[in-house]
């Protein structure tokens, strides 16, 4: 059983900057894969970046340049650093975390991010 708290979400300015987090607890497997979602009104929720254990990474193209996903594995804490925001990233964004031993990968409540233009 794992549970993912997000925070860090809010209103910013277009070319501004904002850092997500989400903090993980529970019964969390070693080697487990967590990644950014997000979804806007009336769209799919789409992977927007993920990271493994070891540090690889993957994001969208359309954060490509901008946003850094990391983590503190000591925390069980995922980040996502957005640079240079833009108003098409408006959208609430979602926590993953997920690992082969999970019938099922586990997600967050979800945090609203909006960028004014």
């Known amino acids: 059983q794992v549970q993912l708290v997000e925070s860090g979400g809010g209103l910013v300015q277009a070319g501004g900057s904002l850092r997500l987090s989400c903090a993980a607890s529970?019964?969390?497997?070693?080697?487990?894969?967590m990644a950014w979602y997000r979804q806007a009104p009336g769209s799919q929720r789409e992977l927007v970046a993920r990271?493994?254990?070891?540090?690889?990474?993957n994001y969208a193209d359309s954060v490509k340049g901008r946003f850094t996903i990391s983590r503190d594995n000591a925390k069980n804490t995922v980040y996502l650093q957005m640079n240079s925001l833009q108003s098409e990233d408006t959208a609430v964004y979602y926590c993953?975390?997920?690992?082969?031993?999970?019938?099922?990968?586990?997600w967050g409540q979800g945090t609203q991010v909006t960028v004014s233009s």
């Open positions: 993953n975390l997920d690992h082969p031993g999970y019938l099922s990968s586990y």
């Open positions: 529970g019964t969390i497997l070693s080697n487990s894969r």
């Open positions: 990271i493994t254990s070891g540090g690889s990474t």
